[in-house]
């Protein structure tokens, strides 16, 4: 299968029994790991959307996500005419990034 670069930055793959383009992230992730559960993304975990090896692809509810990439944008300066976030919103932040770390952690223990 052939992938494109769409203007988003992500890969696509065609889907000949479907008759339509799929995100090359989703069809690695589905393949390895599963069905990704309603309301979850797959996420980049170095930020490079063109990286789609497993190791490099993480799910997680779409909320986190958004104020992951939320925040990274603030930090770069993108948001210039928005506010900062507010202590609150990186106290959540922080939190949603120790309980991924841990879930990540149990995620690669085998249980025998």
Same mark, same amino acid.
């Given at each position: 299968?052939? /992938? ?5 930055? !992500? *890969?696509? =793959? &065609?889907n +000949? #029994?479907l008759?339509? !383009?799929? &995100? ?12 990704? +559960? ?17 190791e490099?692809? #993480? =799910? *997680? ?5 958004? /104020?992951?990439? %939320?925040?990274?944008? &603030? ?7 928005r +506010? @900062? +976030? %507010? #202590? ?5 932040? /922080?939190?949603? *990034?120790?309980?991924?770390? @841990?879930?990540?952690?149990?995620? %690669?223990?085998? =249980? %025998?």
């Amino acid at each position: 299968m052939k /992938s494109i670069n769409h203007i988003s930055g !992500y *890969m696509r =793959i &065609w889907n +000949p #029994e479907l008759k339509k !383009y799929e &995100w090359e992230h989703r069809i690695v992730w589905e393949k390895n790991k599963g069905k990704i +559960p309603d309301g979850w993304v797959v996420h980049h975990i170095n930020g490079n959307k063109k990286d789609n090896q497993i190791e490099n692809l #993480e =799910i *997680m509810p779409a909320k986190v996500h958004n /104020s992951i990439e %939320t925040l990274k944008h &603030w930090k770069k300066g993108c948001f210039l005419n928005r +506010p @900062k +976030p %507010t #202590e609150d919103m990186k106290e959540r932040i /922080s939190k949603t *990034m120790k309980i991924r770390r @841990k879930e990540k952690f149990w995620s %690669t223990r085998k =249980i %025998t």
